[in-house]
């Protein structure tokens, strides 16, 4: 693997918890391929669904802001392993979502902990998301009604 695909790949992963913190949805729509598994099973049930990056997003960016005042996605440093144009990554990921205004006093909160598992490919230059899990191994709280 060389140093510019690790590299790569880590920018990916890194953008993908900073710009859903920050609700940057075109940025985050940048990350993915066109066609997308996703798998919150371990979180939620039910069954992994495969739809477009674009789709993905634009599910986020509804749900997130109707449901929390602001979010923090800490995701380690993946381990990386890059075999001609596919990839994957995993890392560890803490995720805090606040309901209400936290800095303006009391608020409830729902941490999610466990690990993301990454299937990149690449386009071009460029790494996409393919496929990812959620591994979870933790939370506190109570999501909202899913």
Known sequence: MSPLDYQAICNVVAALGSL??????????????????????????????RQSGASLVDG????????????EHLIGVPLVEVAGGHATARAAVTA?????????????RWVVGGHY???????????????????ARWQEGRPPSV
């Open 20 to 49: 859903v913190d920050h609700r940057d949805w075109p940025g985050l729509k940048a990350l993915f391929a066109a066609d997308v598994l996703v798998d919150y099973t371990s979180l939620f049930g039910g069954e992994p669904t």
């Open 60 to 71: 986020w960016a509804a749900f997130l802001p109707a449901n929390f005042h602001a979010t």
């Open 117 to 135: 598992h990454f299937d990149l490919v690449r386009n071009d230059e460029r790494w996409l998301i393919s496929a990812m899990r959620l591994e």
């Open 96 to 108: 805090w979502h606040w309901v209400g205004d936290a800095l303006a006093g009391p608020s409830e």
